[in-house]
């Protein structure tokens, strides 16, 4: 009998290969229609990337240090911390990587400000919908677990290769940790405190701005140090569809089995993520100094 | 009796998937048992008719799970009836849109908490100030108006600490102040001293009873502690499974219980320092001896009556005028705790 062989009774080789073709040539078609107008849609978010690029290369090397000096002291309140921060960018200019590092600063805070101001209302609505969380928790499961390449092709298939198809794919696999901790904070706000704010009357306004987000805050910041984390993992894939930056050399070192060259820029990107994972993580431990019960006797 | 500021009226809630089918088997007197069993609701409030006088402290009193924590936050609407009235000056709380709702929640009543409920990233000032700014006043200015309350409840010093600083009991007169800080007539009170402990509890109740003779507010006291029932309240209902079992003056209870539920509650207490001598007295009757006035207890009266050579006393009321006597074996006997209690012998006038 047919049924205990071991080949699968798969579809007709034709028909499969009919059926891919007529994906690939909808999802065609689809890009012919609408990419030029998705093109546009983005074009702002471009431009700022741009400015933003060529902002950062403008600007002399020291100003930038020192700048970066001053956001990780208002950040973290460490002398460590800024220590650390003017060593990593000296080094990282005298090793002939200031541009790249430059460019891929660019692209790690124009992503993140997209995943902040998309991720954290969709978190809140997510917290007030039983059903949008069921709708969107498995959505961002996939997002989270799709391998990145996958998801490049119709991007690229779409927008073509650039800065801006490799930012959306930035977006696609750092966003969903701020909307899930955006999230997971607003549902864990102390209901007690919840309860008080509904008795004196308060609105639904001033419930979600004066108590749920500034209660959902240390949540919510650990979301935002957990995107910027992913959006930095994410450097070396963008690169291959165009982004400039640290990635770039670092595909190149691969190809050429460039040791030196991979390292170096490997652990530039490295440094990056250190020092923004310390000097978000310590900012977002600050917001809560108001749990701390010192000064108790 | 003074007039009544809050008439809760036939009151129902239910708690299940789907309330109102259960509503009429309520109704027809299904027990708490059943309902949970064959049909899967959970009775929170049967039939709940209170009169909560005005100007006077209400104490509702029951175990866990009697239904207390449920009827009080059907006064501000926290909690949807199944079905009632929740009349506060003759109008219906449970009738009324979502914004006059929040009207009603920002002027008229507050509420203090059992775990006090206090926003932990807002400072003591700002707490107390909370009940304020959600009425739209500014920040600063809220502050300014409310801190005549947090100096009341002795916390003057403390503006700028967090709530995590501060002990159990100081945190609770930040939840005082804060719901006094709006000027609301009535104050709903959920446990607010159970979580603390017993001397910083009396401390508590101190406040409340000298802020009360001050401020003659409505309030609704949640405990389930018979000690701070009598202590403070000048009504007492208590609740049962999710019903009301007796309502009325505290002294009527002690002598009254109407059931073995609260004959059991009542047994344990120290009916020397609870008792009111005006409430075993022989009204009408003069006697030889001391004057002593109507709301002594009897612990003190003993002292008084066995020290008077006709080991008596007579019964003054606050005109001064004698409405009564007692002696000293019937004030002895008012200690003692009674074998069986019968409603008819009383003499509670």
Partial sequence: MDFWTNKFPEMGRTELRDLKKGIDAGFRSFSRAFGEDLENLFHPLLTFLVWLEKLLLATPWPLIIIIMAALAWLGARSLWIVGGVIVSFLLIGYFGMWEDTMSTLAIISVATSVCVIVGIPLGILMARSDRLQSIITPILDVMQTIPAFVYLIPVVMLLGIGKVPGLISVCIYAIPPIVRLTNLGIRLVDKEALEAADAFGASYRQRLFGVQIPLALPNIFAGVNQTIMMALSMVVIASMIGVAGLGVPVLRAISNQYLALGLMNGLAIVALAIIFDRVSQSYGQRLQRHRQGINHD | ?349
């Fill in chain 2, 1 to 349: 009796m003074t007039n009544s500021k809050i008439q809760i009226d036939h009151l129902y809630k239910i708690f299940g998937a789907n309330p109102q089918s259960a509503l009429p088997l309520v109704k027809d007197g299904i027990s708490k048992q059943d309902l949970l069993e064959k049909h899967g609701h959970v009775l929170g409030l049967n039939d709940i008719n209170i009169d909560v006088p005005d100007r006077c402290i209400t104490v509702i009193m029951g175990l866990s799970g009697s239904g207390k924590s449920t009827l009080i936050r059907h006064i501000n609407r926290l909690i949807e009836p199944t079905a009632g009235r929740m009349l506060v000056d003759g109008h219906d709380v449970l009738a009324m849109s979502k914004s006059q709702l929040i009207d009603f929640r920002r002027y008229k009543a507050s509420m203090v908490f059992q775990k006090f409920g206090l926003h932990v990233h807002r400072t003591v000032a700002e707490n107390v100030a909370y009940g304020l700014t959600v009425q739209g006043i500014r920040l600063p200015k809220a502050k300014k108006q409310s801190h005549k309350w947090l100096e009341r409840v002795g916390l003057a010093g403390f503006e700028n600490h967090f709530p995590a600083q501060l002990s159990g009991g100081m945190q609770q007169r930040v939840g005082l102040a804060r719901a006094l800080a709006t000027d609301a007539e009535i104050l709903l009170m959920d446990e607010a001293f159970s979580a603390l402990d017993p001397l910083i509890r009396t401390d508590m109740q101190d406040v409340l009873l000298d802020l009360q003779t001050e401020l003659h507010k409505t309030i609704v006291f949640i405990t389930h502690d018979l000690d701070e029932a009598l202590r403070i309240g000048d009504k007492i209902a208590i609740l049962r499974d999710g019903s009301l079992i007796q309502q009325g003056d505290p002294q009527h209870l002690i002598m009254h219980p109407a059931d073995d539920y609260i004959f059991d509650f009542v047994k344990d207490i120290n009916r020397g320092r609870v008792l009111k001598v005006k409430t075993i007295m022989n009204a009408g009757q003069t006697v030889q001896g001391p004057e002593i006035p109507a709301d002594m207890v009897l612990e003190e009266a003993l002292q008084l009556a066995s020290g008077s050579e006709t080991r008596a006393a007579n019964i003054v009321d606050s005109d001064n005028s004698v409405i009564g006597s007692i002696s000293l074996d019937q004030i002895v006997a008012g200690l003692a705790r009674p074998q069986v209690d019968s409603p008819s012998e009383g003499q509670y006038r």
